[in-house]
């Protein structure tokens, strides 16, 4: 099973800067890689699949890179909607699918 | 658009089983491009995969669930479903259904999902 492991835990930013989330695979997953955002109550909304490729209806703040075991997410120019948890998952192997253990971005 | 939506009892007793159900709306759920699955999020915590299915009924489970864990399909009905035996207080969680995207082109993540039902095990 591949260990998915995101940094840090909490990300305290302020509105309007820039915010970068980490996501370390225990293995490579080549470019399988998606990010999900989750708000408290609702369900996770993918953002990015394939490592960087932005789903639909996903603004071009949100931007992702790297493949193989390492990948960033980032927020370019933070707004107040985007404060949420951040999830990356891999399905380069499976099963299972894993995810990690997100990232609670907060409002600083 | 695309719609999931899951149904089934919000309380269910240790050493029960579990059901849920999963209904798609919009679109055909034979759709040759598509797994369905099931994740779960206990409260608190981050996201556990469950398992998956094709509309054939060619499913896949995660290993740490699979002696449990029954997904089945029924086309006629544009739903499939989930069962998880012999339930214990751990398997307290928000119960997700979700669409698999199209193994093309890198974009076979989850793309659709349903609200989320929260199933708690307790006597």
């Known amino acids: 099973e591949i260990v998915m492991t995101q940094s840090p835990a909490t990300l305290s930013v302020s509105p309007g800067e820039r915010a970068t989330l980490s996501c370390r695979a225990s293995?490579?997953?080549?470019?399988?890689l998606a990010w999900y955002q989750q708000k408290p109550g609702q369900a996770p909304r993918l953002l990015i699949y394939?490592?960087?490729t932005r789903a639909t209806g996903i603004p071009a703040r949100f931007s992702g890179s790297g493949s193989g075991t390492e990948f960033t997410l980032t927020i370019s120019s933070l707004q107040s909607e985007d404060f949420a948890v951040y999830y990356c998952?891999?399905?380069?192997?499976?099963?299972?699918?894993?995810f990690g253990q997100g990232t609670n971005l907060e409002i600083k | 658009q695309l719609q999931l939506q899951e149904s089934g009892p919000g309380l269910v007793k240790p050493s029960e089983t579990l059901s849920l159900t999963c209904t798609v709306s919009?679109?055909?759920?034979?759709?040759?491009?598509?797994?369905w699955g099931w994740i779960r999020q206990p409260p608190g915590k981050g996201l556990e995969w469950i398992g998956s299915i094709y509309y054939s009924g060619n499913t896949y489970y995660n290993p740490s669930l699979k002696s449990r864990v029954t997904i089945s399909v029924d086309t006629s009905k544009n739903q499939f479903s989930l069962k998880l035996s012999s339930v214990t207080a751990t398997d307290t969680a928000v119960y997700y259904c979700?669409?698999?995207?199209?193994?093309?082109?890198?974009?076979?993540?989850?793309?659709?999902w349903g609200q989320g039902t929260m199933v708690t095990v307790s006597s």
């Open positions: 394939g490592a960087s």
């Open positions: 293995q490579s997953v080549s470019s399988n």
């Open positions: 919009g679109g055909s759920i034979s759709s040759s491009s598509y797994y």
């Open positions: 979700a669409r698999r995207g199209p193994a093309v082109m890198l974009r076979d993540a989850f793309d659709i």
């Open positions: 998952q891999q399905y380069n192997n499976w099963p299972p699918y894993t």
